[in-house]
Nanobody, 127 residues
Framework: QVQLVESGGGLVQPGDSLRLSCAAS????????IGWFRQAPGKEREGVSC????????KYASSVKGRFTFSRDNAKNTVYLEMKSLKPEDTAVYYC????????????????????WGQGTQVTVSS
């Protein structure tokens, strides 16, 4: 059974950094892809980053490229989203998701690509 548990959210100021964690089952880390998504109030859930478990290649949304980094620690069965230079528009509930059959698409990834989701963690960027 695939399980995903996010943590690390909180209230930070603009320009701050924050690291989100997603504890995943080994199956989720061995097959397919893992993604980070976010959903702000009143908005659609949008893809932030996607990593391929087979080769470690990673894709980022243009809105976070250069500021966010997706990494993994296989020994801890955990993936991370390092977020730097945070902006108020980064405020959202952040989710990790996995799918055992997915290879991160070159032309963007969406919530429909992933079958298993965590419960989310709130990130608020405000002065």
């Amino acid at each position: 059974q695939v399980q995903l548990v996010e943590s690390g959210g909180g209230l930070v100021q603009p320009g701050d950094s924050l690291r989100l964690s997603c504890a995943a089952s080994k199956f989720a880390l061995d097959y397919g892809a893992i993604g980070w998504f976010r959903q702000a109030p009143g908005k659609e859930r949008e893809g932030v980053s996607c990593i391929n478990n087979s080769d470690g290649t990673t894709k980022y949304a243009s809105s976070v490229k250069g500021r966010f980094t997706f990494s993994r620690d296989n020994a801890k069965n955990t993936v991370y989203l390092e977020m730097k230079s945070l902006k108020p528009e980064d405020t959202a509930v952040y989710y990790c998701a996995s799918d055992p059959d997915l290879y991160c698409p070159d032309d963007g990834f969406s919530k429909e690509d992933f079958r298993t989701w965590g419960q989310g963690t709130q990130v608020t960027v405000s002065s």
